[in-house]
């Protein structure tokens, strides 16, 4: 104990260390409420409308459904009128990526289904091998 005291400056340092650690993990997670969600405002409130309800309910699922459709209906609008004030140039352009975006998100359905398979594929080996269903654990 004598010894400690005559390192002060590690007792210093290690206490400075330790509350820059605390401090820095307080930080890291932050608080919920404060944290942007991706999809903005209005699903950050439709999460607290769920967690507040303890999960979506089939009423709350239906309004989750009208209002993601809602919000379809707006933006697709909206790009209606970005269209209209576009080159011919620039709609071109649109259209093509528009089309690309739709056959990448073909191609990962397409390959979601396949990996779904594959790790289905996968487990019915292992369990095979892994004895699952035998003896009194099973």
Do not use: C
């Amino acid at each position: 104990m004598r010894g400690m005291w005559k390192r002060r400056w590690l007792l210093i340092v290690l206490a400075l260390v330790i509350f820059l650690s605390v401090g820095a993990v307080a930080w890291a997670a932050g608080n919920d409420d404060d944290q942007p969600v991706a999809g903005g405002p209005q699903v950050a409130a439709d999460l607290k409308v769920l967690t507040a309800a303890g999960g979506p309910g089939p009423l709350t699922r239906e309004a989750l459904k009208e209002k993601r459709q809602q919000r379809a209906e707006r933006r697709k609008a909206m790009l209606e009128l970005v269209e209209e004030k576009m080159s011919a140039e620039d709609q071109a352009a649109y259209d093509r990526l528009v089309k690309t975006a739709e056959e990448q998100r073909e191609a990962l359905k397409q390959a979601r289904e396949a990996l779904k398979f594959t790790l289905e594929e996968l487990r019915d080996l292992t369990d095979k091998y892994l004895g699952l269903g035998d003896g009194p654990a099973g």
